[in-house]
């Protein structure tokens, strides 16, 4: 059981560039996220969804996209890549809490923008 | 407006010390949850503990127990006889809803001398 699969684990851009960070889940979850973390911060919300179709803006969306067109995957773009993106990617991914759910976390990708 | 404020920025103690971390939140939501995470230096983020607000009841796990109060709007977690092993950021969260819309502190670092 592979859980919530991020790549690439690193990657350096080029001021401007685009790139698309994946992510996969293999737990048939409804809800996907998206979080960075920027060096001594708390993750914070790019992007969210409900499941396949459906997707919604967290607290700093601007600068990505996001789609989700399966239930399994929810790739997060980044068009024109700035410094101030250089981050910790986290996904995640659950069912909706109840008694007995968590939240499953991806091993993180690590972008540099320069 | 939802936050969670860990004060501690940095703790740092001696093996088999015991350890408290703070995690102080504000929600105007009846119904939420509380969580926390542990980030070790190897950076993935790995769940120690999901609570209800409507069970205020404590909980141990092992080495491992928190303490939700919620006349204080707290919910601190505390390690008995800390370990080297402990050593990593501890990230207390808090979710409005049954999603994993978490909303994080900005982390503790704890460091465990031998």
């Known amino acids: 059981n592979a859980g919530v699969t991020q790549t690439p684990k690193f990657r350096i851009l080029k001021i401007g560039q685009s790139m698309t960070l994946q992510c996969t889940q293999d737990m048939n979850h409804n809800y996907m996220y998206w979080y960075r973390q920027d060096p001594g911060m708390g993750l914070k919300l790019i992007y969210y969804?409900?499941?396949?179709?459906?997707?919604d803006k967290g607290e700093v969306p601007n600068g990505y996209n996001v789609s989700r067109s399966t239930t399994e995957d929810f790739p997060l773009r980044l068009e024109l890549a700035a410094p101030s993106q250089t981050s910790v990617y986290f996904c995640a991914s659950n069912l909706p809490l109840g008694t007995n759910e968590k939240l499953f976390f991806g091993s993180g990708t690590q972008l540099s923008v320069l | 407006a939802q936050k969670v404020t860990q004060a501690q920025t940095e703790i740092s103690v001696v093996e088999k010390e015991d350890v408290t971390l703070d995690c102080v939140y504000e929600t105007r939501d009846t119904t939420y949850y509380l969580f926390w995470y542990k980030q070790p230096p190897s950076g993935e983020l790995v769940f120690l503990i999901r609570?209800?607000?409507?069970?205020?009841q404590n909980e141990i796990s092992g080495r491992y127990s928190w303490n939700f109060q919620k006349s204080t709007s707290s919910f601190n977690f505390t390690i008995t006889a800390s370990q080297v092993v402990d050593s990593a950021v501890y990230f207390c969260a808090l979710s409005r809803s049954n999603t994993g819309k978490l909303i994080f502190g900005q982390g503790t670092t704890l460091q465990v001398k031998p």
């Open positions: 609570r209800n607000s409507f069970d205020e």
């Open positions: 969804s409900v499941g396949a179709g459906i997707t």
